[in-house]
């Protein structure tokens, strides 16, 4: 069983505060839950024309060669800088047609909605094309365990089951080991697609170790990753 994460943490895992601990049949889905960043910001080039005192946008005008001295910037109500010398090194206000070229100089290029998205992660801006690297934990069973199937085969965007804590708590209570779910995941090829998990309630009832992981858009072809290659054949379907 697979798990993908993104947090810092020591130790092995823990149920979360639904007192479970949740996994995929393959790491192809479970690393679309690594999120390729810790945080993302979209903007347009006018947002690069002036100074800002948002210290990500600061430090990609930097990045780009767009220098102010926000020192001597006077702030109008709002954040707006309503006086300003030029950037460092320029004679004029950069033009939009100067920020674009100075962004794909940098390769950095809009989406479908004619915006930037900036990655940051721990507030630093992450380089055009790359993903920081979270973890894929790999699970294996010490012994049977007994899982109540609360999956139907089709999932429900409207009544999603992962929230279903009061079945959870009567599942365990009765004596099972875990739980079957339709659940979903987001791939920003496909969207919302549903798969299978099983939740776990104790992790002595599991060995798991993790390698080093990073987000992989979802495909049909395949269930491994470049990092984990060749998962053994899924059995949530017999569950």
Partial sequence: MFHGSLESFTGGLKPGGDGLIWFTDSPKIAQLYIPQSGGEMALNERSLQRPSQDQTIQELQKMIGIEYDTSKVKW???GQANSFSGPKGWDHLPTEEDINGLMKKYGFEKDDHDLY?????????????TKVKGRLFIARVKKPLSIYKKAMGEGDLTDVQYNDLSTFKKVEEVGYDGILIDDFAQSKEWGNFGHLSVGVFDDKKISVHDIPAEYQEYDRETRGTPEYPNPPPTYFHKL
């Fill in 76 to 78: 109008g109500p709002g």
């Fill in 117 to 129: 998205r900036i990655r940051t992660h721990h507030g630093k801006i992450l380089k055009p094309n």
